[in-house]
């Protein structure tokens, strides 16, 4: 499975970002997917995930200003960026795992893209 991602930039707090992540290969319904952020300070961390059926998760820090979704048919994954923040800035990374999804860390995904820079000003 290869993931790219595509629809970072930079954008004024308060502003709205789409990011989208392309994938390549087979059952992609079957995979769990999410978002990870990684800055200098804090590392790469779980923003949000999505099961096959459509289940998401998000971590307190997006909740209410972001929205995950997926197009199974299209193999591509959404990540909607609402009421953005400074410190939401950094580089945006999309991952799988096949099957459900559990935690919401990088242990458990074993697929990356290779990244999407996302810069908020205040």
């Known amino acids: 499975l290869q993931l790219v991602e595509s629809g970072g930039g930079s954008v004024q707090a308060g502003g709205s970002l789409r990011l989208s992540c392309s994938a390549s290969?087979?059952?992609?319904?079957?995979?769990?997917l999410g978002w990870f952020r990684q800055t200098p300070l804090n590392g790469r961390v779980g923003v949000a995930q999505i099961s096959g059926s459509g289940m998401p998760k998000y971590a307190e820090s997006v909740q209410g200003r972001f929205a995950i979704s997926r197009d199974n048919d299209k193999k591509i994954l959404y990540l909607q960026m609402d009421l953005l923040k400074s410190e939401d800035t950094g580089t945006y990374y999309c991952?799988?795992?096949?099957?459900?999804?559990?935690?919401?860390?990088?242990?458990?995904?074993?697929?990356w893209g290779q990244g999407t820079q996302v810069t908020v000003s205040s």
């Open positions: 290969g087979n059952i992609f319904d079957q995979y769990c």
């Open positions: 991952a799988a795992r096949g099957g459900k999804c559990y935690t919401l860390t990088t242990p458990a995904f074993g697929y």
